[in-house]
């Protein structure tokens, strides 16, 4: 109980700092300032993306639960979505720094589709509570949707150009896995099925 309170407040505080790290970093942003956190931002989820197709391996090698990897996929779906509603809530794009809108969800979807399939192929005797990984990876999707509308266009061209999108992104896919694939929980034993 007392950890599940602790990895909310963690991910609350971190969605807090990841909230204010625009304005506090670049309180009046220029033209170019800071140029390359719009290939950071980019190369981040394309690493979420790898780690969460290896999560595959944990599952099939190290017994973790099948829990992390659906609900991940799901989430990669999800963000595939709301990139592509952004898309058309920003309008007007003119600018090529709105390419990664573009490149998330040709990269989120087949991700997602592989780690939902691989996983419904990988017989793992813990399976652990899919619903409710599929439920957080909804609830994870609602926050990236809320995110990226409420930032809107106009702060997708300032710095840091959608870096704290992305990190977000990391952070919650980081979440999901943890929680619903349990790799530092319990082995499975007779008694304990997962």
């Not at 304005?23 to 033209?31: I, K």
């Not at 709301?82 to 809530?89: P, Q």
């Amino acid at each position: 109980m007392i950890g599940r309170v602790a990895w909310i407040g963690g991910l609350a505080v971190i969605l807090v700092l990841l909230w204010i790290m625009p304005s506090a970093l670049f309180p009046h942003p220029g033209v170019n300032d800071a140029l390359e956190f719009a290939y950071l931002g980019p190369l981040m989820f394309l690493v979420t993306l790898l780690a969460g197709l290896l999560s595959l391996v944990g599952v099939g090698v190290w017994g973790w639960r099948l829990e992390g990897p659906i609900s991940l996929g799901v989430f990669f779906l999800g963000i595939a979505a709301a990139f592509v509603l952004s898309i058309f809530a920003f309008g007007n794009f003119s600018d090529d720094r709105y390419a990664p809108l573009f490149l998330t969800p040709i990269l989120s979807v087949p991700v997602g589709a592989a780690l939902i399939v691989g996983s419904l192929v990988i017989r793992s005797r813990r399976r652990g509570r899919l619903l409710t990984g599929v439920a957080r990876a909804a609830v994870a999707t609602a926050v990236v949707v809320l995110w990226l509308l409420v930032r809107g266009a106009p702060e997708w061209l300032q710095a840091p150009y959608g870096f704290d999108t992305y990190a977000l992104i990391t952070v919650a896919a980081v979440a999901l896995f943890v929680l619903g694939a349990d790799p530092m929980g319990n082995k499975v034993t007779a008694s304990n099925p997962a």
